[in-house]
């Protein structure tokens, strides 16, 4: 039986899942909560804390606590609720300023033409990704698919499956730059 959450901690650390299991079953309904009342979205506060508790087990050896336990795993949920409701805006943004741009732009026959060139080089763009990259980038943007079912069909870590991601919209984004292609692609890409 553990009895603190320093103990908890340790245990955690040294890889115990009967600890780690315990933690989460004892913690996860009041936490989803705490998540909910951020994003307002059960799916996405149940994904929140998740990502929290995978990270934790993940990075267990290294984490420095400096106040409970449970308060460190609360204010790791805060924050990630705060960083998804900051995304959130970012992409709002982004979807506006797409919407803006269909809107002007009449569909003409030309417009049809330009979007397919676009959407050309793009694919060319995505060819020069390396394949595991490519392939999270094609199963995130077209499949729909979360970060976390990523992860577990090509069994890889969601922090990898992040790192795909980020390096891959940076790469489209310069190889696009390069041919003189705005960012509105990027847009465009994102939203499809």
Known sequence: MIESEKELLEQIRLGNKT???LFYKDHYKA????AYNYVKRHEIAEEIVHDVFITLWNKAEGISINQSFKSYVMRSVVNASLNFLKKEKVDAGRHEKY???TNRVPESED???DKEVLLIKLEKALELLPPQCKKVMLMSRFDKMKQQDIADQLNI?????????TFGFAKIRTILAAEGIQFILIVIF???
């Not at 870590?157 to 991601?165: D, E, M, P, Q, R």
């Open 111 to 113: 417009n049809v033409e």
């Open 19 to 21: 600890a780690y299991e």
């Open 99 to 101: 919407t803006e741009w």
């Open 31 to 34: 936490l989803h909560a705490l």
């Open 190 to 192: 994102y939203f499809q």
């Open 157 to 165: 870590s969601i922090k990898t499956v992040k790192n795909h991601l």
